[in-house]
């Protein structure tokens, strides 16, 4: 009888530990699926000759917000949303991350129809980076925030935190992030890597990194020189 019990207490256990070893590689793959799509996100700006200014001033930015799915949709009362990863140059001005997030936007005004967009903001100043270290940061608000310049050739002496470059095909043709929150991601950060970290930990100290990013930290690399 005490065999019995302590073969079923091992194999309750064994269950337990494998049934959160399994919800743990679920978790993570859901993150490295938005990191894998960020990835793709971004070669596509670095290809589009529209987005010459972005490419030209990618070396001087601080950290990159990359959002591959944005959803805009409503009538008269509206807004837009989705998930993001957060890379910055960390220590000796090597690129790291990602740290995730999410953003959101409530917007009111003559509008109809749903478009999906891909975005990707270059974080320009100190300022704008301290903000994303917090647990929200408001464009516009707490930082700001400036529509980048499209076009090949493109030329301007834009200043401002945020510059935004989107990507876009529907009703909206694109994204003002102006009023845009941004929200860290805690419980996606801690499944990604395993356990608690904070955008510090992340973005600044670099005390976690996931192989599964070096794609993207590689072009980075390559495109910021």
């Excluded at 801690?190 to 072009?219: E, F």
Aim: glycine letters at 10%; charged letters at 15%.
């Amino acid at each position: 009888m005490l065999k019995a019990r302590i073969a079923h207490v091992a194999g309750w256990l064994m269950a337990s530990v494998l049934l959160a070893t399994s919800n743990a590689a679920l978790a993570q793959a859901e993150q490295q699926k938005l990191v894998d799509e960020s990835n793709k996100s971004l070669s596509n700006f670095l290809r589009d000759p529209d987005m010459s200014w972005l490419q030209q001033n990618l070396s001087r930015a601080k950290a990159v917000v990359i959002a591959p799915q944005l959803l805009k949709a409503g009538f008269i009362f509206g807004g837009s949303g989705g998930r993001a990863v957060i890379f910055a140059r960390g220590p000796g001005g090597k690129w790291v991350g990602p740290a995730f997030c999410a953003m959101a936007t409530a917007s009111v005004g003559f509008q109809a129809g749903v478009s999906v967009s891909e975005n990707v903001t270059l974080v320009m100043t100190d300022k704008g980076f301290n903000t994303l270290l917090a647990p929200s940061v408001k464009l516009g608000g707490d930082a700001s925030v400036a529509a980048g310049p499209v076009g090949a050739g493109a030329k301007s002496d834009i200043v401002a935190d945020f510059i935004t470059f989107s990507r876009a095909k529907g009703v909206y043709g694109g994204l003002n992030l102006d009023g845009t929150v941004i929200n860290t991601s805690d419980d996606w950060n801690s499944a990604y890597y395993g356990k608690a970290v904070t955008q510090p930990d992340i973005l600044v100290r670099a005390d976690v990194h996931k192989p599964g990013a070096n794609a993207t930290i590689a072009a980075l690399t390559k495109a910021a020189k």
